[in-house]
């Protein structure tokens, strides 16, 4: 169960033996991809302790205040997943969230009764209503038609994937096929088992030569992109690409860290890190094959 952080600090001061069992700078990476919430916490609401010395898998409750002012109390587990597919900075903030997104008011609905007849138990209970109404069949996936009958890990045009919203993920395109000479305008991979209702993924860049992906992943405008659930999703994603016998190569921005074996953590996209994806190509294919491709 979740604990106040002055009580988490008191007994890790003592298990530890030390004044400052965690020193400051100590989990400056973990929390360095998550600009939104370095700006919502500050120490004086947390007994002085600095976001850097506490550990995201601590089991603690955190105070913490939105740039709206509102205060609210999280673990850093249930702050670090708390957006979903919302893209507004609101998401962030349960209470922002909550004005952003109010409830619908549920119509009122009449119940008619012959006179002297007895009101029925589940009418009258709230609690009764409550129980006695039907359940919901689960919902079944339904997998969307359009993907074309192919062998897992063949590269093929998709009607289905979303276009590019980035300048720089278009930047990164063009650069790549510049230096490559490899088959452009694929951008979807067949997959064995559905990746949400689909049975194909959309990575940003496809080398179907090289069968090898790669996905330009930055923090966003928010700092909503690629973290909590969206970094689940990226991984689950890498998975189903090398369970088709795929290599991901993710380039992170944004203080992102690396998700797999080949992800280069860069600033920013330029000439130097075309070099270094070149070079990670070759680690991962040889230069035997990688070579012959370069223009």
Not at 106 to 126: H, K, Q, Y
Not at 236 to 255: C, F, Y
Request: glycine share 4%; proline share 11%.
């Amino acid at each position: 169960m979740a604990e106040r952080v002055e009580l988490w600090w008191a007994r890790r001061q003592f298990s530890k033996g030390a004044e400052v069992p965690y020193p400051v700078g100590r989990y400056r990476e973990a929390w360095a991809s998550f600009p939104a919430l370095i700006r919502q916490y500050h120490p004086e609401l947390n007994a002085g302790i600095a976001l850097t010395q506490i550990p995201p898998a601590a089991d603690v409750l955190l105070l913490w205040q939105c740039e709206a002012g509102h205060k609210f109390a999280a673990t850093p587990d249930e702050q670090r997943h708390r957006p979903g597919r919302e893209r507004r900075r609101s998401a962030w903030c349960p209470e922002c969230s909550d004005l952003a997104r109010p409830a619908r008011a549920l119509p009122m609905r009449d119940v008619v009764t012959p006179p002297g007849s007895p009101v029925p138990a589940a009418v009258s209970n709230p609690v009764a209503r409550a129980v006695l109404r039907p359940r919901r069949p689960p919902r079944t996936l339904q997998l969307c038609a359009k993907t074309p009958e192919l062998p897992t890990g063949e590269a093929f045009l998709s009607d289905c994937a979303p276009k590019p919203a980035s300048a720089v993920e278009a930047q990164l395109r063009a650069d790549v096929f510049a230096r490559l000479a490899v088959t452009p305008g694929l951008n979807a991979v067949r997959v064995a088992r559905p990746f949400f209702d689909h049975l194909e993924v959309w990575p940003d860049i496809l080398l179907p030569e090289l069968r090898v992906a790669i996905e330009y992943d930055s923090t966003g405008r928010h700092g909503l992109e690629h973290v909590g659930k969206k970094e689940d999703s990226d991984r689950r994603k890498d998975r189903a690409l090398r369970a088709a016998k795929w290599e991901v190569v993710r380039i992170r921005t944004g203080r992102l860290q690396p998700l797999g074996p080949h992800d280069l953590q860069v600033a920013a996209w330029n000439a130097k890190t075309l070099d270094r994806l070149v070079d990670t190509l070759r680690e991962i294919r040889g230069p035997l094959l990688v070579d012959p491709y370069l223009a």
